[in-house]
């Protein structure tokens, strides 16, 4: 409806209203006789001022200094009543009346009010109706391409379509003008920014084939606390970096990206995705106290590390949302967000996972997630040590408020259950958790793409100088089972891992990292078992090498990640 133009009474005198910028959506229109009038305030505006014509004369009206009148009663046909531009509700009456921004919605208490718009204007007025919407592309089809500022802003405003936040602050129907205007300059920001940025916007609408546009803008603008400026700056900053990603096609491949099998790595990085919640978003868990840094820094490097994080962004998050949505309610695109829940698991966390390294791959994984801002729906921390969820209460005052409203810590495992379980079904709940569904262990090794394997058994081993180390743990193979050993390692000095039958040496492999350069990068040995197979007891024996030189002495050594590849023979 924005600048165009529509008819209106006022004392009986035919007058056309119309926008002076086409920017400026109509908001509210009242109709009625004039005689008996209603009076409105005009509280707030998209822009400082706005216009109307009256009598060939346009007047400024300063917001918050004009009221606007208009009759109450509906009941002759001849009379238009009058519209104004950019109000917020705000009637001063008994009388039943609402006025809801960028839409019509005016109702009487006297019933069968006959329409207040002659036949023969019915196309001229039609701009008024309440059903119209200047967005004529069907949400789920708008794209960068064919999208108007004004569709969009309209969509921010009088979304139609719902999911389950609209109308809430900051996501579609729940802005306000201020908000909107942020939004406006934000848009017009990006138009400029693809002139010398032309790829700003693949950055912005990397989820434009599970998310509609108007959400996009929605999780951008709060981002930044709806500064347009803000998120701007940062795309601009951010574009190099993804366009590298970009140009690796975001590392569709986790294996090739990090060097490794990921069922191998998510047994040192345990964060896994299982089960939907109650509003059909992705559940991922977390089992930070089981980080294992060493054994992380054995399979890969923290600049591989990078492209699991694109990959999972990318490729592992969008699956599991259109896993999600396939249990939606109404089963469509629109209704779901692109917002996942967390649980973050502290039990068994210690001071030495929190290393150097450790606090790089934290760095790194909040670099990534920047891209894509606002994606966390709700995080409960539970199993929190008791120093923890004490220094929350500081921690807190320094974190948005929106964002620590989602999230909530417990030290206590009953309360924390019951947290869950208040978003998540019991059956889509793992049995870890007090569930029906699988173990976080049984959904890691969903990720191995072996379709022979059984289970993976992981030890890590450490050696001291010149010293020797035995596995905690015998591995048991069973009748009809064999096993396929591969030691990963970046020591800068070498070992040679035994493995046992019996207190028997059956096999064993002298394990090295791997140098490019001068650079120690992480390596890969395998331990060829031959017919060995079940049912027998295997253990873990390891003896430091003492290799390393001069020029690398202060380089991490003595940390050898064995892992046996337990199968089925065929």
């Not at 009474?9 to 209203?17: A, L, N, V």
């Not at 207040?116 to 089809?141: V, Y």
């Not at 990085?269 to 089992?287: A, M």
């Amino acid at each position: 409806m924005a600048g165009q133009e529509g008819w209106a009474q006022d004392d009986g005198t035919m007058s056309t209203i119309t926008a002076t910028d086409n920017r400026v959506p109509v908001v509210s229109v009242c109709c009625g006789r004039s005689g008996k009038r209603r009076k409105f305030k005009l509280k707030k505006a998209l822009r400082k001022t706005v216009f109307w014509k009256r009598r060939n004369k346009y007047f400024d009206a300063q917001v918050g200094n004009v009221e606007a009148w208009a009759g109450d009663e509906l009941e002759q046909q001849e009379s238009f009543g009058f519209f104004y531009f950019d109000a917020q509700e705000d009637v001063i009456s008994d009388y039943d009346y609402n006025l809801h921004l960028g839409d019509l919605s005016l109702r009487s208490k006297k019933k069968g009010a006959p329409s207040t718009i002659p036949e023969e204007q019915l196309d001229e007025a039609s701009i008024l109706t309440p059903k119209q919407k200047t967005t004529s592309i069907p949400i789920e089809e708008l794209t960068p391409e064919n999208a108007t500022i004004e569709q969009l802003l309209q969509e921010l405003q009088n979304p139609s379509f719902k999911s389950p936040k609209t109308g809430q602050s900051g996501y579609p129907g729940g802005f306000t003008p201020e908000q909107l205007e942020q939004v406006e300059i934000f848009l017009r920001g990006l138009e400029e920014a693809k002139k010398t940025n032309p790829g700003i916007y693949e950055q912005v609408y990397s989820y434009l084939d599970v998310e509609d546009m108007p959400m996009t803008i929605s999780r951008c603008i709060r981002a930044t606390k709806f500064n347009a400026q803000e998120m701007l700056d940062r795309l601009i900053a951010n574009q190099e970096q993804f366009d590298h990603a970009k140009s690796k096609q975001f590392y569709p491949n986790v294996d090739e990206a990090i060097g490794a099998p990921f069922s191998v790595f998510l047994s040192q990085y345990p964060f896994v995705g299982l089960g939907r919640s109650n509003q059909s978003l992705p559940v991922n868990y977390f089992q930070a106290g089981k980080i294992n840094p060493e054994g992380i820094m054995a399979l890969t490097t923290v600049d591989q590390l990078e492209g699991y994080y694109w990959w999972s962004f990318m490729y592992k998050f969008k699956r599991e949302l259109r896993e999600a949505r396939l249990h939606a309610p109404d089963k469509t695109p629109s209704y779901g967000l692109c917002e996942a829940v967390t649980i973050i698991d502290l039990q068994g966390l210690s001071a030495s996972a929190l290393s150097s390294d450790t606090m790089d791959v934290i760095k790194l994984s909040s670099k990534i997630a920047d891209f894509y801002p606002e994606t966390l729906h709700k995080m409960l921390i539970v199993n929190a040590p008791g120093f923890f969820a004490m220094s929350w209460g500081i921690i807190k005052k320094f974190i948005d408020p929106q964002t620590a409203a989602r999230i909530q810590i417990f030290s206590n495992k009953n309360k924390a259950l019951k947290a869950l379980q208040e978003m998540v079904d019991i059956d889509e709940i793992p049995s870890d958790y007090g569930g029906n569904n699988k173990t976080i262990k049984e959904a890691l090794m969903n990720w191995s793409t072996d379709p022979l394997l059984l289970r993976q058994e992981v030890e890590l081993l450490y050696i001291k100088r010149r010293g020797k180390a035995h596995g905690k743990q015998s591995w048991e193979l069973k009748e009809g089972e064999r096993v396929d050993i591969t030691v990963y390692t970046r020591s800068a000095s070498g070992a040679k891992i035994t493995v046992k039958k019996d207190d028997n040496e059956v096999q064993s492999v002298e394990a090295f990292c791997a140098m490019e350069g001068d650079t120690i990068k992480s390596n890969n040995c395998k331990i060829d078992m031959g017919d060995l197979v079940g049912p027998c007891t295997l253990s873990l024996e390891a003896d430091d090498l003492d290799t390393v030189d001069k020029k690398h002495h202060k380089e991490s050594r003595g940390y050898f990640l064995v892992v046996g590849d337990v199968k089925k023979v065929v």
